[in-house]
Structure formats: structure tokens, C-alpha cells
């Protein structure tokens, strides 16, 4: 028993248009210009976030340069794509980011000592600042910053996968 004809493929109820067309391709994410921009503008926010927890308790918690590492890596990738660079420049950025809100943290606690404002001391006196950041680091000022990069790092990587 043969058919002359061969049987039709797919369900013959179904009528007309057998199959659903296949989704669109996700869009690829290789704008590395758009990355750094995320990055930097991530880092800034980052800093300043840390800055004004660190001011307002008087204190570094390393949690913080955890989270500043993390945001500013996550957000470069997810902007910027499965460029390599963008991994090396979060790291560096968020190195950047924890030095400037230890900088903000000391800036806020030297107004609220002294009376001026926090721009006036952040803008007006940031080389007494920065005198100041050099004989307070101590070892765990240097590990934050470090684990700041490392998190960094790896959110790069792992917003990329």
C-alpha cells in the first residue's frame, strides 16, 4: 500500500501558516563607547553614594566598595557589551570611585567639624584632602580599593555571559 502522493508535513488541521516565525535575533551589545560612558557616570554615582554613607556615619565600611566595584562593572557590560576592555576599565574606575568617596566621607566629616560647607571644603581645600587621605590609609583602606576592582572585574564578566 502506497500513497501516490507523499503525506503533507505538519498538522493538515492547522491551516495556512504551519510553523510560528522564529523571534528576531537578540541585538547585539558591542557599543564599548557607550560602556565607558555607563562605567564613568556609574562610578561617579557609586562615589558619591559611598562618600555620603561613609560621612554621614563616620566610618568605611568595606561592604560599600563591594557594591561600588559590582555597580560600576555590571553596568558597563550590560551597556557596553563583551568588549575586554570594558572589564580592565571598571576595575580601574572603581579604584577611582572608592578613593573619591573616601575623599567625599573625609570632606563631609571636616564640615561638619569645622562649620563650612561640604563644597567649600571638597572644592577650596582638596589638597589638604588628599594630605589627609595619605596619613589615614592604613591596610584595610588599600584592601577596600582593591576589593572594589575585583568586584568590578567579575561584574563585568558575569553581566557579559
Known amino acids: 500500500m502506497s500513497q501516490p502522493v507523499p503525506p503533507p508535513s505538519g498538522n ?5 501558516d504551519q510553523f510560528a516565525p522564529a523571534p528576531p535575533p537578540a541585538p547585539v551589545r558591542n557599543n564599548v563607547g557607550l560602556g565607558l560612558l555607563v562605567a564613568f557616570v556609574a562610578a561617579l554615582v557609586a562615589a558619591g553614594a559611598y562618600g555620603a554613607i561613609g560621612g ?3 566610618k ?19 551597556a557596553g557589551g563583551r568588549n575586554p576592555v570594558l572589564p580592565v576599565v571598571s576595575a580601574v574606575l572603581a579604584i577611582g570611585a572608592v578613593y573619591l568617596g573616601q575623599l567625599v566621607a573625609i570632606a563631609m566629616i571636616f564640615a561638619d567639624g569645622t562649620g563650612a560647607s561640604f563644597t567649600e571644603v571638597f572644592f577650596d581645600e582638596f589638597s589638604l584632602l588628599t594630605e589627609v587621605w595619605k596619613k589615614a590609609a592604613d591596610g584595610m583602606t588599600y584592601v577596600f580599593l582593591g576589593i572594589a576592582a575585583i568586584t568590578a572585574f567579575a561584574g563585568a564578566k558575569k553581566a557579559d555571559a
Open 60 to 78: 568605611e565600611i568595606g561592604y560599600a566598595a563591594v557594591g561600588v566595584g559590582f555597580l560600576i562593572g555590571f553596568a558597563a557590560a550590560k
Open 12 to 16: 493538515p488541521f492547522a491551516g495556512g
Open 56 to 58: 554621614a556615619i563616620e
